[in-house]
């Protein structure tokens, strides 16, 4: 099966702009989730999503960060205005409704902001 | 909150040595506890995990067992191979719905 796809790979934008990352789950996978992974840190959830209904968001910046999954499938995830911090990769993962606990990760995408 | 604390790296091992990394864990209830793997240039790939005390999880041989007495889930490897270079990531989840809570990661490099 087709594994977790985001886009773009990389990303090099100046302080103050936008950009907007998207993710395809596996097919099937009820929960998706964006993850951000600064350099030397652990993976570190922003939000979650079942379906198209959001589970948990309390780690995402809302004043800067915002994401959705419309249909319940793929999603994006935008940062606007970005800042000097959110240089980092952002990981896509999901799984299955009734996994007992595997997540699926993408190849991720790196954000340089200078 | 839940958190997993794993041993600083970077480890540096020669091929064929035996392999250890640290993890201990916080949380509420009892979670399932997981290894994680980012070879270089790839995405995180499960590498086992145990759903309960005393399970033990292996995997590609690595083995790491449940230790509920001491928080605990290391990740032991008896003979390394330069292809086991990665970052490793210890993780657990607690009980439903509930995302991955990952520690810092521990950059393995095996030479020949």
């Known amino acids: 099966e087709a594994g977790v796809a985001q886009s773009p790979r990389y990303k090099i934008i100046e302080k103050r702009q936008s950009v907007a990352f998207w993710c395809n789950p596996i097919?099937?996978?009820?929960?998706l989730y964006w993850y951000q992974q600064i350099l030397g840190q652990g993976p570190k959830l922003l939000i979650q999503?079942?379906?198209?209904?959001?589970?948990?968001d309390s780690q995402l910046p809302k004043d800067r960060f915002s994401a959705e999954r419309l249909k319940g499938v793929d999603s994006t995830l935008k940062i606007q205005p970005a800042k000097l911090e959110d240089s980092a990769v952002y990981l896509c993962?999901?799984?299955?409704?009734?996994?007992?606990?595997?997540?699926?990760f993408g190849e991720g995408s790196r954000l340089t902001v200078l | 909150g839940d958190s997993v604390t794993q041993m600083e790296g970077p480890v540096t091992l020669s091929e064929e040595a035996f392999l250890t990394i640290n993890c201990t864990y916080t949380?509420?209830?009892?979670?399932?506890l997981f290894w994680y793997v980012q070879y270089p240039g790839e995405g995180l790939q499960l590498l086992l995990k145990a759903t309960k005390a005393d399970d033990k999880g292996s995997n590609k041989g690595f083995e790491a067992t449940y230790r509920k007495e001491t928080t605990s889930f290391h990740l032991e490897k008896g003979s390394v191979q330069v292809s086991d270079s990665a970052v490793y990531f210890c993780a657990l989840r607690n009980s439903g719905n509930t995302p991955l809570v990952f520690g810092k990661g521990t950059r393995l490099s095996v030479i020949a």
């Open positions: 097919s099937g996978h009820a929960t």
């Open positions: 949380a509420t209830g009892y979670p399932s």
């Open positions: 999503f079942q379906n198209n209904g959001v589970v948990d």
């Open positions: 993962a999901s799984s299955r409704l009734d996994s007992t606990g595997e997540l699926f």
